[in-house]
């Protein structure tokens, strides 16, 4: 195993340009394009000792990586925001104010009107009712004021609001 280290060569490269290359008579079949870093360029490859080697090319490693790295959080960063927040900052979107949501506030409008037709229908006992219940009268009041039992004005009340599930079915 230790021959196999020891025969091992290293060579580092070296950047040359058209300039260089006939400055210093390089041959042409000595130079070849390899990657320095994030480019590509035209080297030779000059020998080295292992030593040399790693000391040359460990800060070019270091710096290819935190390249990577850098380059991978920013596409997650464009892939998969932080927050909502975050999103809105980097992108400068803006959200509709949930405050004025027009369909949302329309559909509540006609609903309510709905209902108010409907409770307009509703027999005048079983509008009493419904009027003391909306002001959170219990089942006793109600019945002591409209004349019934606690237990009359519950079935009655269940089914007053068969009626108006019925009659606003389609506003679900």
């Known amino acids: 195993m230790d021959n196999l280290q020891t025969n091992k060569k290293y060579f580092i490269p070296m950047e040359v340009t058209p300039e260089i290359i006939k400055a210093f008579n390089i041959n042409g079949e000595e130079v070849q394009w390899t990657k320095i870093g994030n480019k ?3 080297v030779i490859m000059v020998p080295a000792t ?3 080697y790693y000391a040359y090319m460990r800060p070019l490693w270091r710096e290819d990586k935190q390249n990577q790295r850098a380059s991978k959080q920013e596409d997650e960063g464009k892939m998969k925001p932080v927050s909502l927040d975050q999103l809105y900052e980097d992108t400068e979107f803006e959200t509709a104010d949930q405050a004025t949501d027009i369909e ?5 409008k006609v609903l309510l009107e709905e209902l108010h037709n409907a409770l307009d229908e509703l027999e005048e006992i079983d509008r009493t009712i419904m009027e003391l219940y909306s ?3 219990t089942e006793t009041q109600i019945g002591q004021a409209v004349g019934m039992s606690q237990r009359g ?3 009655r009340k269940q089914r007053i609001f068969l009626k108006l599930r019925t009659r606003l079915k389609d506003f679900r």
Do not use: F, H, P, T
């Open 104 to 108: 949302a506030d329309y559909m509540k």
């Open 50 to 52: 292992e030593e040399q």
């Open 153 to 155: 004005v519950g079935k």
């Open 135 to 137: 002001q959170n009268c």
């Open 40 to 42: 590509s360029v035209r």
